[in-house]
């Protein structure tokens, strides 16, 4: 987050990478071996999942843990209140705390699996201020806290045209506010293809005095479906162009995943131009399209170095 600040002050972009959990102990492997690679680039941090409704807890915090200590890039975990009571978030906490990890994105959470709407676990938080406003009361300033932002309004409440009302939007950024004042340092958005949307949620959100850094998430377009799929679950706006360009080419990986590469080059060219000096790059697990994005803008060179320094720790030496 300090980081993200700096960059702010002094005329430099910064940019960090999203992970997930894999199901399986191999994608484990794999995944740390491509973070390897990745974090050679110097981001400013990686940030794993936490699982829809905890599902992936006790991996997230393993993973959390491995990513300070052993790959020894900037950490943040993210949190959701969803099957969780205080007791767990503490222990979450408390986890990564004696790991070192000094990031956490706070949210709410989306409903369990099979409900269709959020309901308060029993001893737990309703909301994602909830938790930031315990995570500030319990822990001080020892966890830098992050929480989500939404560009086009929260998908609760965009309606069956694809937008939410005025209204609406204007409660979500209020909220949002709300999550700022009560201790959070940084908003990370939600995905969008459409960069003047950002741009005007940025703009709304000074308007109403939210002053720390805004960070675009940036997703890569690299296949077809995992898009489709992936803007219906958010509710995102497709622009016209964005379909015109994959209609298509939507069966050809390859050319999906250059105009992908080329899409998000563009999108963060306009918003760098804008004076953004942050990027999040949400990479689904995937290296080469955020890595050519960031390669296009200038950000970060090639390189050829891909094994694991030798001074680094062996796993078995954290406990979550
Ligand atoms: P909140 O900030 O609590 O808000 C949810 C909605 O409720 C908003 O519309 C808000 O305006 C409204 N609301 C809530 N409380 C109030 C109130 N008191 N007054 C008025 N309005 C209120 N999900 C996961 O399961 N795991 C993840 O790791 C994960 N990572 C994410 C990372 C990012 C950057 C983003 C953008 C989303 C992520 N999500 C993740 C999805 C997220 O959990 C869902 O979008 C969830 O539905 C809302 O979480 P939130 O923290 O935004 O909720």
């Known amino acids: 987050i300090e980081k993200m600040r700096e960059a ?11 992970f997930f959990p894999p199901k399986t102990e191999d994608g484990v492997e794999n995944l740390f071996e491509r973070m ?10 990686c940030d794993i999942t936490w699982g829809a ?6 991996l997230t915090l393993e993973i959390s843990n491995r990513m300070q200590n052993m790959v020894c890039v900037e950490t943040m975990m993210h949190l959701t209140c969803t099957n969780m009571p205080v007791e767990k978030i503490d222990h979450a906490l408390d986890s990564i705390k004696s790991n070192g990890i000094q990031n956490v994105l706070a949210l709410r959470g989306d409903p369990p699996h099979g409900q269709d709407k959020f309901v308060q676990v029993q001893g737990g938080f309703a909301c994602a201020l909830d938790l930031v406003k315990h995570i500030r009361s319990k822990y001080g300033d020892y966890f830098g806290i992050t929480v989500a932002g939404y560009p086009e309004g929260h998908p609760d409440v ?10 609406a939007y204007q ?10 004042d009560a201790g959070a340092d940084l908003i990370i958005t939600q995905l969008f293809y459409d960069t003047d949307i950002f741009l005007k949620f940025v703009n709304d959100c000074r308007q109403i005095g939210i002053n720390c850094p805004i960070v675009p998430g ?17 509710r995102t706006k497709i622009p016209a162009e964005v379909t015109a360009a994959l209609e298509p080419i939507k069966d050809n990986e390859e050319a999906v995943r ?19 000096k942050t990027l999040h790059i949400y990479t689904l697990n995937m290296e080469k399209s955020a890595l050519a994005i960031l390669m296009n803008l200038g950000l970060i060179e090639e390189t050829k170095i891909s094994r694991p320094l030798p001074w680094r720790r062996p796993a078995n030496v954290f406990r979550v």
């Open 8 to 18: 702010e002050k002094a005329d430099k972009v910064v940019f960090s990478f999203e």
């Open 36 to 45: 390897e690679r990745m974090v050679i680039h110097n981001p400013s941090f």
């Open 53 to 58: 409704g905890g599902s992936t807890a006790d």
């Open 158 to 167: 965009i309606q069956s045209d694809g937008l939410a009302t005025p209204e």
């Open 171 to 180: 409660n979500d950024l209020e909220y949002l506010k709300r999550k700022v």
């Open 218 to 234: 940036i997703m890569p377009i690299n296949n077809y479906k995992g898009f489709i799929r992936m803007t219906g679950f958010c």
């Open 258 to 276: 250059a105009y992908g590469i080329h899409l998000g080059t563009e999108m963060c060219k306009k918003i760098m131009a804008n004076g953004i």
